[in-house]
């Protein structure tokens, strides 16, 4: 089979624009992927930027006849496949195959919502107050979303013209936790997310996002259609993105709206006005408590507070069971919904009561919307026996971390683990500049010096920047500073929405883009509008992130090197992989960091990166960028 498989990949990549190139890297990702595939053991491949990776698990995939399942972390990699890789495999393959994303059910428009709200728009504008959560949204926008419905095939919010606002989509829309499901529902047989999930149960393969992907792994196999493969690119999220899946997250919001979507239905206002008041007192008592991790059991009014809420959910959910048979058809739709909200709320809330060793519990979100959160201190158990044990799987990603299949519970017997590299010249490319003449970034005189070395590296590269901080509060003072400085355009993160800076960025070759971590990744923008990518510190984790900190103490003295060092290193290579995303790319990555230099754990984070030449001469640094500029 492989050598079947690198046979169809070079001739479809002949198709591509330009004739393709036969990539070395791509073919041994192909063949170590059917040969995975073949085997049933699992795969880990490292595929650096511009190896065609899509191209190179999709063919094995495909033409091994098993049902796949994709699964990715980023919406602008989804959109990819299913707009671009897919459709091109369909036309160029032999072999047929059908394909199909799915979303979480809150992504999609609900029929039986607008036809409650139709109902209730007809009886009055007070009738269409009582549904608590339309209550807030102008009905123009409703009848605008309402309208749109008519016309979709998908009924998915992402092919909205126009984006709504997060109040209108909840008025027309349900999570899972609400949904009672197409049986007991009205509009079961017309419903978007239900024939989003058919298509994927007749699919071959299956587009999903990794949160997806986790929540089903958590729920035992019930969201996704039965697989025999997966597919996890960018894979080093994995072992976050599933402990937050997951966990358990409680807000005041959750009381709040499941309040909201009981008023107008239950004939008592005392039963809401109860549950508002159990999410104000949740508030209270997590503002007392704030980014606190709880090594011993929760604290005595918070368990309090979760004991009194629970009775209070428990009132709902029995008022609206109560909601009888010969009820409205919406009555007794939404008193579905509620059932079904109140009952996960309720099991949220026992579980938090009943948690142990194996989780962690902490406070986050600040002043504003405090938050309770539990998560599994080790993902490794549950990826044993809902994935490793059941399926083959295929991780990806341009970085990889240091002994991540140890980490997600891998047996190394079950695992076949390579690095196909990339096809691009780094050595002649890309240069890696450390600035080892500035102070220790745990110094004061760090910050000062540090933007005025990103300033000379601007000025020197003509702009073309995109500069990656570590926190808000650093780049909110390297944008104030250089931007009195520099004549270059800069652009914050906080300016404007992601894709619409990114669409200027890329646009004016002058401009320089300030962000933080969200833009660390996901971000293509190649050709001269990008030139030097700066990052301001080695990302470490944050010393006080809850659920490190209660790993780091599992781990003892070697929580460094297990938990710290490999989680730098593989953010940092991904936003160093921002630079060259082509072969004609050329540029700078500064790291305005001296500790790269001069640290004893320096070369685990250097060889972790593209292997590009290296210096820690300024006058070298800008003397590169400026032939690049002047060319």
Same mark, same amino acid.
């Given at each position: 089979m492989?050598a079947?498989?690198?046979?169809?990949?070079?001739?479809?990549?002949?198709?591509?624009? $330009?004739g393709?190139?036969?990539?070395e890297?791509q073919?041994?990702?192909?063949?170590?992927?059917?040969h995975g595939?073949a085997?049933?053991?699992?795969?880990?491949v490292?595929? $650096?930027?511009?190896?065609?990776?899509t191209?190179?698990?999709?063919?094995?995939?495909?033409?091994?006849?098993?049902?796949?399942?994709?699964?990715?972390?980023?919406?602008?990699?989804?959109?990819?496949l #299913?707009g671009?890789?897919l459709?091109?495999?369909?036309?160029?393959?032999?072999?047929?195959?059908?394909? #199909?994303?799915?979303?979480g059910?809150?992504?999609?428009?609900?029929?039986?919502?607008?036809?409650? *709200?139709?109902?209730?728009?007809?009886?009055?504008?007070?009738?269409?107050?009582?549904?608590?959560v339309a209550a807030?949204?102008?009905?123009?926008?409703l009848l605008?979303?309402?309208?749109?419905?008519?016309?979709? /095939?998908s009924?998915?919010?992402?092919?909205?013209?126009?984006?709504?606002?997060?109040?209108?989509?909840?008025?027309?829309?349900?999570?899972?936790?609400?949904?009672?499901g197409?049986?007991?529902?009205?509009?079961?047989? @017309?419903?978007?997310?239900?024939?989003?999930? %058919?298509?994927?149960?007749?699919a071959?393969?299956?587009?999903? %996002?990794?949160?997806l992907y986790?929540?089903?792994? =958590?729920?035992?196999?019930?969201?996704?259609?039965?697989?025999?493969?997966?597919?996890?690119?960018?894979a080093?999220?994995?072992e976050?993105?599933?402990s937050t899946t997951?966990?358990?997250?409680?807000?005041?919001h959750?009381?709040?709206?499941?309040?909201?979507?009981?008023?107008? *239905?239950? @004939?008592?206002?005392?039963?809401?006005?109860?549950?508002? +008041?159990?999410?104000r007192?949740?508030?209270? =008592?997590?503002?007392?408590q704030?980014?606190?991790?709880?090594s011993?059991?929760?604290?005595? +009014?918070?368990?309090?507070?979760?004991?009194?809420a629970?009775?209070?959910?428990?009132?709902v959910? &029995? /008022?609206?069971?109560?909601?009888?048979g010969?009820?409205?058809e919406?009555?007794?739709?939404?008193a579905?919904?509620?059932?079904?909200?109140?009952?996960?709320l309720?099991?949220?809330?026992?579980?938090?009561?009943?948690v &142990?060793?194996?989780q962690?519990?902490?406070?986050?979100?600040?002043e @504003? &919307?405090?938050?309770?959160?539990v998560?599994p201190?080790?993902v490794?158990p549950?990826?044993?026996? =809902?994935?490793?044990d059941?399926?083959?799987a295929?991780?990806?990603?341009a970085t990889?971390?240091?002994?991540?299949?140890?980490?997600?519970?891998v047996?190394?017997?079950?695992?076949?683990?390579?690095?196909?590299?990339?096809?691009?010249d780094?050595e002649?490319? @890309?240069l890696?500049?450390?600035a080892?003449?500035l102070p220790?970034?745990?110094?004061?005189?760090?910050?000062?010096?540090m933007?005025?070395?990103? $300033?000379?590296?601007?000025?020197?590269?003509?702009?073309?920047?995109?500069?990656?901080?570590t926190?808000?509060?650093?780049?909110e003072?390297?944008?104030?500073?250089?931007?009195?400085?520099l004549?270059?355009?800069i652009l914050s993160?906080?300016?404007?929405?992601?894709a619409?800076?990114?669409e200027?960025?890329?646009?004016?070759?002058?401009t320089?883009?300030?962000?933080?971590m969200g833009?660390?990744?996901?971000v293509?923008?190649?050709?001269?509008? *990008?030139?030097?990518?700066?990052?301001?510190?080695?990302?470490?984790p944050?010393?006080?992130e809850?659920?490190?900190?209660?790993?780091r103490?599992r /781990? $003892?003295?070697?929580?460094?090197?297990?938990?710290?060092?490999?989680?730098a290193?593989?953010?940092?290579?991904?936003?160093s992989?921002? *630079?060259?995303r082509t072969?004609?790319?050329?540029?700078?990555?500064?790291?305005?960091?001296?500790r790269?230099?001069? /640290?004893?754990?320096?070369?685990?984070?250097?060889q972790a990166?593209?292997?590009?030449?290296r210096?820690? +001469?300024?006058a070298?640094?800008?003397?590169?960028?400026?032939?690049i500029?002047?060319?």
């Amino acid at each position: 089979m492989p050598a079947a498989v690198v046979d169809t990949l070079a001739r479809v990549v002949a198709h591509l624009p $330009g004739g393709g190139e036969a990539r070395e890297g791509q073919q041994a990702m192909a063949a170590a992927i059917a040969h995975g595939i073949a085997a049933r053991q699992h795969v880990a491949v490292q595929a $650096g930027t511009g190896t065609g990776k899509t191209l190179a698990y999709l063919i094995p995939a495909i033409l091994s006849g098993r049902r796949t399942v994709v699964a990715t972390a980023t919406k602008t990699l989804q959109d990819q496949l #299913a707009g671009h890789d897919l459709p091109f495999l369909d036309q160029h393959l032999t072999t047929s195959f059908s394909w #199909a994303v799915l979303k979480g059910r809150s992504n999609y428009i609900c029929r039986q919502r607008l036809a409650e *709200l139709a109902a209730a728009r007809q009886d009055g504008a007070e009738q269409l107050a009582l549904d608590g959560v339309a209550a807030r949204v102008p009905d123009v926008d409703l009848l605008g979303l309402a309208r749109w419905a008519d016309t979709s /095939a998908s009924g998915d919010r992402g092919e909205l013209p126009v984006e709504p606002s997060d109040a209108a989509w909840a008025a027309v829309s349900v999570s899972a936790r609400e949904c009672p499901g197409a049986a007991k529902c009205p509009n079961g047989g @017309a419903c978007f997310a239900e024939a989003a999930r %058919n298509r994927a149960l007749e699919a071959d393969v299956v587009v999903v %996002n990794l949160h997806l992907y986790g929540l089903d792994l =958590a729920s035992d196999g019930v969201i996704l259609p039965e697989h025999e493969l997966v597919i996890i690119d960018e894979a080093h999220q994995l072992e976050d993105i599933v402990s937050t899946t997951c966990g358990v997250e409680l807000t005041a919001h959750r009381f709040s709206d499941l309040a909201r979507r009981t008023r107008g *239905l239950i @004939a008592d206002d005392q039963i809401a006005a109860a549950l508002d +008041d159990a999410g104000r007192l949740l508030s209270s =008592a997590l503002r007392t408590q704030p980014s606190r991790r709880f090594s011993s059991g929760l604290p005595d +009014d918070i368990a309090g507070v979760i004991t009194v809420a629970g009775g209070r959910v428990q009132l709902v959910l &029995n /008022a609206a069971k109560a909601v009888p048979g010969d009820a409205p058809e919406e009555s007794r739709a939404r008193a579905l919904r509620v059932v079904q909200g109140a009952t996960a709320l309720l099991e949220d809330l026992r579980l938090i009561e009943a948690v &142990n060793d194996s989780q962690v519990v902490w406070v986050d979100g600040g002043e @504003a &919307n405090p938050t309770l959160r539990v998560a599994p201190l080790d993902v490794a158990p549950l990826l044993r026996t =809902a994935l490793w044990d059941k399926r083959t799987a295929v991780l990806t990603s341009a970085t990889l971390p240091a002994r991540l299949p140890e980490r997600l519970g891998v047996e190394p017997v079950q695992i076949h683990e390579l690095d196909v590299g990339s096809p691009f010249d780094y050595e002649t490319s @890309a240069l890696l500049y450390c600035a080892a003449h500035l102070p220790d970034p745990r110094q004061p005189a760090y910050l000062a010096a540090m933007v005025a070395e990103l $300033g000379d590296l601007i000025e020197a590269a003509g702009g073309r920047t995109l500069a990656l901080f570590t926190s808000f509060r650093v780049l909110e003072e390297a944008v104030a500073a250089l931007r009195t400085r520099l004549s270059v355009p800069i652009l914050s993160q906080r300016d404007l929405p992601k894709a619409r800076l990114l669409e200027i960025f890329a646009a004016s070759e002058e401009t320089c883009l300030f962000a933080t971590m969200g833009f660390w990744q996901g971000v293509d923008v190649p050709g001269a509008s *990008l030139s030097l990518v700066a990052i301001d510190k080695i990302p470490f984790p944050r010393p006080d992130e809850p659920l490190l900190q209660a790993r780091r103490e599992r /781990a $003892g003295s070697a929580a460094f090197g297990m938990i710290d060092l490999p989680r730098a290193a593989t953010l940092l290579a991904q936003g160093s992989g921002r *630079l060259i995303r082509t072969a004609t790319d050329t540029g700078v990555v500064a790291v305005l960091d001296p500790r790269l230099a001069k /640290a004893g754990y320096r070369w685990a984070l250097v060889q972790a990166l593209p292997p590009m030449r290296r210096t820690k +001469d300024p006058a070298e640094a800008r003397a590169a960028l400026l032939a690049i500029r002047d060319r």
